[in-house]
Nanobody
């Protein structure tokens, strides 16, 4: 089993920055990737970015490319999402999720990531 715990959410004004953390534990040795998703009220869950465990390569959705950056620290078993130039439309619950092979991680489809954290709220005010 895999456990994921998000932290770092909060309230920020437009143009500000936040760094979210996702601590992983449990049976993580064969994970293929860890991704970040978000879900705003009344909207579908949206895939933002994913990082591949083996070589730390990353993939970012076009909607956040240039503003959000995913990274991982293997020594700390933690994946980060650095969010810059935040906008009110970034307000959502943010989740990290993990997947094993043969998931095609770059597709960032929520139903293809079986392991999820509880989420952390991000609120951006104008």
């Amino acid at each position: 089993q895999v456990q994921l715990v998000e932290s770092g959410g909060g309230s920020v004004q437009a143009g500000g920055s936040l760094r979210l953390s996702c601590a992983t534990s449990g049976y993580t040795s064969d994970l293929k990737c860890v991704g970040w998703f978000r879900q705003a009220p009344g909207k579908e869950r949206e895939g933002l970015a994913t990082v591949f465990a083996r070589d730390s390569s990353t993939y970012h959705a076009d909607s956040v490319k240039g503003r959000f950056t995913i990274s991982q620290d293997n020594a700390k078993n933690t994946v980060y999402l650095q969010m810059n130039d935040l906008k009110p439309e970034d307000t959502a619950m943010y989740y990290c999720a993990a997947a094993r092979p043969p998931t095609l991680c770059y597709r960032l489809r929520a139903n293809e990531y079986p392991y999820w954290g509880q989420g952390t709220q991000v609120t951006v005010s104008s």
